[in-house]
T-cell receptor, first 113, second 119 residues
């Protein structure tokens, strides 16, 4: 069965610290992978996506993610977190032959000054 | 960037009434829109896929007679929760898939969500 696991429910970091949010997926073939951010009162915003090619993907707001096929992972990273990055982050998988997205349970990021 | 709106942003209704939620793609056309439901501190669960001009495709376990979906145009899909009950209280989110001429999967654009509270 297709699934996405985000093992960290809640992460707290200090402003300026580095960040890594974990995402593991289960799928029989190479999936399309996404990271979205959800802020209160706003729709999910796409941070980055991976379809094929270079396994290190650059996104908006200084985020990047690396696809590791051997580990079935697509972890999100940012070298220096800003207070405005506090939000809920969702990893998602989209099977290549459909448009459906399967979401992980999300990781809530809290940033301390 | 592409913008998707939802209306209303929140609604409170009495048990037994019906509630309609609109999802609009403001600056692009979308043949496909998706409806998700999100419970507190949980992930988004896909409810149904809405295709313009055809019947919606519902995910397993979603009652199609309770959650009526109409995709009347390339910019509008509506979700009607019929005979709403307290257990239908949730956060409903739509997304729209831009109409493209081909190529790889395009990105879904999400609306801000509608919070429904059924008393």
């Amino acid at each position: 069965a297709q699934s996405v696991t985000q093992p960290d429910i809640h992460i707290t970091v200090s402003e300026g610290a580095s960040l890594e949010l974990r995402c593991n997926y289960s799928y029989g073939a190479t999936p399309y992978l996404f990271w979205y951010v959800q802020s209160p009162g706003q729709g999910l915003q796409l941070l980055l996506k991976y379809f094929s090619g270079d396994t290190l993907v650059q996104g908006i707001k200084g985020f990047e993610a690396e696809f590791k096929r051997s580990q079935s992972s697509f972890n999100l990273r940012k070298p220096s977190v800003h207070w405005s990055d506090a939000a809920e982050y969702f990893c998602a998988v989209g099977p290549y032959n459909t448009d459906k997205l399967i979401f992980g349970t999300g990781t809530r990021l809290q940033v301390f000054p | 960037g592409a913008v998707v709106s939802q209306h209303p942003s929140w609604v409170i209704c009495k048990s037994g009434t019906s509630v309609k939620i609109e999802c609009r793609s403001l600056d692009f056309q979308a043949t496909t829109m998706f409806w998700y439901r999100q419970f507190p501190k949980q992930s988004l669960m896909l409810m149904a896929t809405s295709n313009e001009g055809s019947k919606a495709t519902y995910e397993q376990g979603v009652e199609k007679d309770k959650f009526l979906i109409n995709h009347a145009s390339l910019t509008l899909s509506t979700l009607t929760v019929t005979s709403a009950h307290p257990e239908d209280s949730s956060f409903y989110i739509c997304s729209a898939l831009p109409l493209v001429a081909g190529g790889p999967q395009e990105t879904q654009y999400f609306g801000p969500g509608t919070r429904l509270l059924v008393l």
